[in-house]
């Protein structure tokens, strides 16, 4: 269910907007459709609450949250909730975090960024209904791949999903601050979402000096406590390749002190098996001098990232041509 009032699709749209789904699946889901568009909310300011929906299995604990599959009692639309208690969230003093990342997060609207499609609230709690991304945390597969790393058409993939994410926040005058692979939400179809906007920052135009984010992550203006702009978001995307490609992140250390001064002397080991055009493009990121960094732009051009995809796109296929044999035999 289109559970925002953006400009909404009426009955004659149903033809072309069910071209891309399989026949299989076509009755399913012009119901649902159908559904959706009968629906008070369609289209309509609507105050949705708990009572609209049916929660289900439990997906995942946050430090302030559980988050529950949920479908939409009257078009059977499933969203991931995430329900949190008002007293923690007093408790932990992050009532203005979760309301900046609920303003920040409604506006966004972008392939590669968690949708949250509606949030409602009742005395104890807030809830809000997120699109779901069934593989969870890219965390948990990057523990869970060889050598706890991804190979390069992954991560050149990854890479390019995370860039076009931020190169829109970006233009939208929001700085993620906090990207690292916990935050980071995989989907069925081997696909990104950014999610946790809890960190991020609207600037419309100003430098900003808050330290935030995670430790292994800092840039070196947050380091030492100087002003940063949204610049820091590509430093972070240059640890996060790094990390895509070696199991863990460059600055890794067993101290903070230790990380701050890794981070400050920019002491960075590549190893052997990187090729020339990853270290290339992390090195570009990887930048002290914040305005010498490659933009987003560069990252989403760059010759590596682009091969990558490629290679990644091929080596899906063949895994579902694989898949079908498989099935076939
Ligand atoms: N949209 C979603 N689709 C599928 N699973 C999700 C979704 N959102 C969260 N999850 C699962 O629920 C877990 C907890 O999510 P949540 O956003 O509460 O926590 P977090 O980001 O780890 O924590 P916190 O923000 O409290 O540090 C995630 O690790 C993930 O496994």
Known sequence: MTLLRTKHANRNHLP???????????E?????????????????????????????????????GRVYLARERYSHYLVAMKVMFKEELRKGNVQRQVLREIEIQSRLKHPHILRLLTWF?????????????SEGELFKHLRSAPN???DEPR????????????????????????????NILLTGTDDLKLADFGWSAHTPNNKRR????????????????????????????????????????PFES?????????????????PSHLSKGSKELIAGLLRKDSKGRLT???VMTHPWVKEGMTERDAQLRRNERGKENKAKN
Request: hydrophobic letters at 35%; charged letters at 25%.
């Open 210 to 249: 808050t330290l935030c984010g995670t430790l292994d992550y800092l840039p070196p203006e947050m380091v030492d406590g100087t002003s940063y702009d949204d610049t820091i978001d590509q430093w972070c995307l240059g640890i996060l390749c790094y990390e895509f490609l070696v199991g863990c992140p």
């Open 148 to 150: 706890h790393r991804f």
């Open 296 to 298: 987003l732009v560069d």
């Open 121 to 133: 609230h009742d005395e104890s709690r807030i809830y809000l209904a997120l699109e779901i991304a």
């Open 155 to 182: 991560s050149a993939k990854y890479t390019y999903q995370v860039a076009n994410a931020l190169n829109y926040c970006h233009l939208n005058n929001v700085i993620h601050r906090d990207l690292k692979p916990e």
């Open 28 to 64: 399913p889901i012009k119901n649902m459709c159908l559904k959706m568009m009968s629906h008070d909310a369609y289209g309509q300011p609507y105050e949705w609450s708990s009572r609209d929906f049916e929660m289900g299995a439990h997906l995942g604990r946050g430090k302030f």
């Open 16 to 26: 072309a907007l069910m071209s891309k789904v399989p026949e299989e699946h076509h």
């Open 254 to 270: 067993n101290s903070s002190e230790s990380t701050y001064e890794k981070i400050r002397r920019l002491e960075i080991h590549y």
